[in-house]
């Protein structure tokens, strides 16, 4: 079963828009969750994570607001760039340092601009 | 000067043949992974190691084997490569929290 899903599974705005991407999991035991961004031939690069303590966690114009009862957390990109066309992942561990950091992904959301 | 590299970065393969693919990390973790990434699907984890000697099964390793030979180096084996074996594949390092990917394999087996 998926245990981590993502949505939409593509998604396209306008140059300097705010993009929303979502992501939900069923797995209690997850408290890690790890955005990776991923251009094409390349491999997946870590983008911005958060834990599980936390609601919300910013990098510049990436943000993180996650929801624990919901099991669900977003990704924001204020003011949409060009460079920012990739396929974003979200993925979901157990706490670091409990002894695995077994990731389990999403099936990630294509994200482009209109041009 | 990257921290995760794997060779070869293209293949292309002939059903029942035999298949290597290398990874190499400098970034001293002790945990080592490999996934295939298909349309659809995303990343699935093959299989993994804590350290040198040690191999794990993954969520999908029908297949395909692993070695680690060393703290550096993890390969996967594809023994009897078959077309449904036609992916992309990722190797990637870390110990507690996120992992690291090397470039990536593009694999075709005819």
């Known amino acids: 079963q998926q245990q981590v899903r993502q949505s939409p599974q593509s998604l396209t705005v306008w140059e300097g828009e705010t993009a929303i991407l979502n992501c939900s999991y069923e797995n209690s035991a997850f408290d890690y969750f790890p955005w990776y961004q991923q251009f094409p031939g390349e491999g997946p690069a870590l983008l911005i994570s958060?834990?599980?303590?936390?609601n919300k966690k910013e990098d510049g114009r990436f943000t993180i607001f996650f929801n624990k009862r919901e099991k669900k957390l977003s990704l924001h990109i204020a003011d949409s760039q060009p460079g920012d066309s990739a396929t974003y992942f979200c993925a979901a561990s157990a706490l670091p340092g409990t002894g695995s950091n077994r990731l389990t992904f999403g099936k990630g959301t294509k994200f482009s601009l209109i041009p | 000067e990257a921290a995760v590299t794997q060779s070869p970065r293209n293949k292309v393969a002939v059903t029942g043949g035999k298949v290597t693919l290398s990874c190499n990390q400098t970034?001293?973790?002790?945990?080592m992974y490999w996934y295939r990434q298909d349309t659809g699907h995303g990343l699935r984890l093959i299989h993994y190691s804590y350290g040198a000697g040690s191999t794990e099964k993954g969520d999908i390793p029908d297949g395909y084997k692993a070695s680690r030979p060393s703290q550096e180096n993890f390969s996967l084996i594809l023994e009897l490569a078959t077309p449904s074996q036609t992916s992309v594949y990722f190797c990637?390092?870390?110990?507690?929290?996120?992992?690291?990917f090397g470039p990536g394999t593009r694999l075709t087996v005819l």
């Open positions: 958060i834990l599980s303590v936390s």
């Open positions: 990637a390092s870390g110990d507690e929290g996120p992992q690291f």
């Open positions: 970034n001293n973790h002790n945990n």
